[in-house]
């Protein structure tokens, strides 16, 4: 389910005498309807970073080209509503307008992990992500695009639907009879780089798996047991410590590790615990969707179960795997 990004340029009526000389360069306008956008696989109703918008105007009935109307516009909050930072000028009447769009925004000055296609370079909105090693530095990415439209028109109100392009990985307590603390877990072996082009199926990931990505929850486990108490399942890496990553065919090298401090036979100390990512029945992650990782702990080795449901509304789907 995608959700929608409202813009709009006013502008009054050249037909109206009364009306005051439109400037030379307007901002665009946007309203965002965020019903539907989930961040972190929680409901999120208003944004809370800027959006990066480009727009094509070509000749009806052919192909976008450059963006040169706009490119890498960030969108910020005002009041109410969202303006572009810069002001425009009213494209040429008799063409078509294209608008794309990522979020969250990020200038183009190569510090920030999201680098987008230079605006020389034809197409549509093609942009190059690494996913950040530290979970808290990881970022919802979106994009989305308009319908083609004519610059005759009013333009007011142009949807563009969002969707997300990332893979939400969260992790929550199975049957763990052994008390203890989670101090980590990490997925490694992992695609952390690669490429995305609005309208294509997937992303064009590089070869390496040297991906290493960490939360430190020091969740402290009491001892749960779900056969005696099936809803006892509480999240370990949730919300701000989620993974959102690339989504990829998981590699046969891929493999999830816990640190796991415990006591046993009177000895504290912290123990690994590892298990491989790929299954049977999970050989990938897709893109909008959460997969949340159930962990059990049994005689010091590691078991999950994988629950697998649609990022925005939470349904969950029929998959329920056990390693």
């Known amino acids: 389910m995608s959700a929608f990004l409202m813009l709009s340029l006013s502008a009054c009526s050249s037909e109206d005498p009364a009306a ?7 901002k665009w306008s946007f309203r965002f309807s965020t019903e539907a956008i989930a961040v972190r696989s929680a409901p999120e109703y208003e944004l809370s970073r800027s959006v990066g918008m480009s727009a094509y105007v070509f000749d009806d009935g052919s192909q976008p080209g450059l963006p040169e109307y706009m490119w ?5 909050r005002k009041g109410a ?15 078509s307008i294209l608008f794309q769009a990522y979020y969250p925004y990020f200038p183009q000055d190569g510090t920030g992990p999201v680098n987008l296609a230079a605006s020389t370079i034809p197409g ?5 992500y690494e996913v950040p090693s530290d979970v808290s530095d990881q970022i919802d990415l979106m994009t989305g695009e308009s319908e083609t439209l004519s610059t005759d028109e009013e333009l007011k109100d142009v949807l563009v639907s969002m969707s997300h392009r990332l893979s939400a ?3 929550v307590t199975g049957d763990i009879g052994l008390a203890g603390t989670v ?3 990490s997925l490694k072996n992992i695609h952390k780089k690669g490429t995305y082009s609005l309208g294509d199926d997937s992303w064009t990931l590089e070869s390496a798996t040297d991906g290493v990505f960490s939360v430190y929850p020091d969740y402290v486990v009491e001892g749960v047991t779900l056969a005696g108490d099936p809803d006892g399942k509480k999240t370990v890496a949730g919300g701000e410590n989620t993974f959102l990553m690339l989504p990829q065919a998981i590699p046969d090298e891929a493999k999830m590790v816990i640190e796991y401090e415990a006591t046993v036979d009177g000895v504290k100390s912290v123990h690994t615990l590892e298990a491989k990512l790929k299954s049977r029945n999970i050989p990938e992650w897709q893109w909008g969707k959460v997969y949340t990782y159930q962990i059990s702990v049994v005689s010091l080795a590691l078991e999950y179960e994988v629950f697998v449901h649609e990022w925005e509304f939470g349904g969950q789907a029929d998959v329920n795997i056990k390693i």
């Open 183 to 185: 101090r980590s877990i």
């Open 169 to 171: 990985i969260q992790f």
């Open 72 to 76: 890498n516009e960030e969108v910020v």
């Open 124 to 128: 549509p909105l093609s942009l190059e």
């Open 81 to 95: 509503g969202w303006d572009t930072a810069d002001g425009y000028a009213r494209p040429a009447a008799g063409k």
């Open 20 to 26: 005051p000389a439109e400037p030379a360069l307007k």
